[in-house]
């Protein structure tokens, strides 16, 4: 999907480069939403029964079978203002500043000498001081937020309140108190602050996001484009979108209107339990169309139990790379569904380098949750607390196999892993140095050789890698559509190792005889970055 962009100016993130994404849906016929008419055969015009209406015998009298019971409330809930009520005065709004600097250094339009309008523009574009065009100035956004607690904390989004340098909570009362940061988590857009009321504050629960269903009804209460509380109806629309905000996307989609300046404000069952923070939606003119999304409770309630314990997150971690199985990798793998999570290296210092998990290993389950596709397991993985020992189901040698795993914290983790990054494997048109020699076998239209010294030295590789280097690609290969280059080492082939040209060969050959369409590729760049690639054998 396309991504998003966050308003500063309302506090709302809107996925402003959606208009693509709607125009295919501009064609709705209005009577889709409404009985439509029909010609009956003498020209009289009648309705379409509604949903549940008996029709009328045929002839003969065959039995028909029973009709569709009736919906009891086709237009929605009879009214939510008992509920709307009760809840409006724990949501507040969040006002914030933040004072800049701007960085405008053009020149002032020139006027006409002795123009009476000459001290105007001087004032306008120097400044009352004459210092130029980066006087700071202030800066303001408006969002939403709610009470989760009498004594004062507050939820809302982390981009409402990001840089800000003064916030503020104004109630519906009228009242208004100053806010401090408790902590952030940007990876779910999430932040937690802290008020200190004179009395205690109507506060909203937490309420179990797992139980809502496509369909079940839902009210957003916020504070869109700074006009006050405002409250709206819709159901929702979908469950665990992804949406490319952030690493743990599992998004509710609703269409309960969500304008700009909603963000961070509450999502609420028909219970008046919060299930959702809204944090974006999907508009080609910033307002609303019916496509919003919210972060879930069972995603938000951890994080914010964290920031409100720590002042941060504490995520476990596992300490793995990690690339989605797809089809030819299944095949070439010997499963029978892609699913699951490749496991593309494993972090030096992290929980699994004692070598309890492998590369290549393909991950299905983790701690008892199914793993269906890759960004399953970091979601997972980063709900699970701390020094937790978790069982991983992991697929080895077309064998299912259960390994206990104790994690790591991830806010370790990533520091380790930026210290040991190295740049992903790119293909290079350029003519790779030194020649094969005519006898180096070819497989899959990549030709072979031994990984000896020369050849180290002439695709800089280092000491630490160990396979079988590639020293040239047929651009009309199979390799080559997989970005097979030149300098590449083979580490693996279907989870065994080579280290040799003839280790290949045979590989290979065993494959073909166990009619396997693809080859799975453990490819190694000249620092030792491991990736997987599925070659189809031809």
Do not use: C
């Not at 309008?117 to 306008?124: P, T």
């Not at 879930?296 to 139990?305: D, F, K, M, S, Y």
Request: proline residues 7%; aromatic residues 4%; negative net charge.
């Amino acid at each position: 999907m396309a991504s998003s962009s966050r308003s500063r100016h309302y506090g709302t993130q809107v996925l402003a480069t959606a208009l693509s994404v709607l125009v295919a849906g501009t064609a709705l016929p209005f009577a889709a939403a409404h009985a439509q008419a029909q010609i009956a055969p003498q020209g009289a015009v009648q309705a379409t029964p509604p949903i549940g209406t008996p029709a009328p015998p045929p002839p003969g009298g065959a039995i028909q079978p029973p009709a569709v019971a009736p919906l009891q409330s086709p237009q929605g809930p009879e009214s939510v203002a008992d509920l709307a009520e009760r809840l409006l005065d724990a949501v507040v709004n969040i006002s914030t500043s933040q004072n800049v600097k701007a960085d405008d250094d053009a020149p002032a339009p020139q006027v006409p000498e002795g123009s009476p309008f000459q001290d105007l523009f001087d004032d306008f574009f120097k400044g009352q001081e004459g210092e130029g065009g980066n006087a700071p100035r202030t800066v303001n956004s408006l969002g939403s937020g709610f009470v989760i607690d009498p004594t004062g904390f507050i939820v809302t989004n982390n981009h409402v309140i990001e840089g800000a340098d003064d916030i503020e909570a104004n109630f519906a009362d009228g009242s208004k108190l100053k806010a401090t940061l408790v902590g952030v988590d940007s990876k779910t857009d999430l932040a937690l602050l802290k008020v200190e009321p004179k009395e205690p504050l109507v506060a909203v629960p937490f309420g179990d996001s797992r139980q809502m269903r496509i369909g079940d009804w839902v009210m957003a209460i916020g504070n869109p484009f700074g006009l006050g509380g405002s409250v709206t109806v819709g159901i929702i629309s979908a469950r665990g979108r992804n949406i490319n905000a952030g690493p743990y996307d599992n998004f509710i989609q609703t269409d309960a209107a969500i304008n700009r300046g909603n963000s961070g404000g509450p999502l609420f069952n028909m219970k008046g339990e919060v299930i959702g923070i809204n944090t974006a939606i999907i508009s080609p003119s910033g307002g609303s169309i019916g496509i919003g999304f919210s972060v879930p409770t069972e995603l938000a309630q951890n994080v914010i139990g964290q920031l409100r314990e720590f002042g941060e997150t504490r995520r476990g971690w596992l300490g793995v790379r990690i690339q989605p199985v797809t089809d030819e990798i299944a095949e070439s793998l010997g499963m029978a569904d892609a699913k699951g999570a490749l496991v593309a290296g494993i972090i030096k210092g992290g929980p699994v380098d004692n070598g309890v998990l492998k590369t290549g290993d393909v991950i299905i389950r983790f701690d008892g949750k199914d793993v269906v596709e890759m960004r399953d397991l970091p979601r997972a993985v980063a709900e699970s607390p701390v020094g937790k020992a978790v069982d991983v189901v992991v697929i080895r040698d077309d064998k299912e196999m259960t390994v206990k795993v104790t994690l790591g914290r991830l806010e370790d983790g990533e520091k380790i892993a930026e210290a040991t990054a190295t740049p992903d494997a790119k293909p290079d048109d350029k003519a790779a140095p030194g020649q094969p020699t005519p006898a180096a076998p070819v497989v899959l239209g990549m030709t072979l050789g031994a990984l000896d010294e020369a050849a180290r030295k002439s695709f800089s590789i280092a000491d630490t890698v160990n396979g079988v280097v590639v020293t040239a690609v047929d651009g009309a290969s199979a390799a080559a559509e997989r970005r097979v280059q030149p300098g590449d080492v083979i580490v693996e082939i279907g989870q065994e190792a080579v280290s040799s040209p003839e280790d290949v060969s045979k590989r290979i050959g065993e494959l073909k005889s166990q009619d396997r369409r693809n080859a799975l590729l453990m490819l190694a760049d000249k620092t030792g970055a491991l990736r997987f690639v599925t070659v189809r054998i031809e």
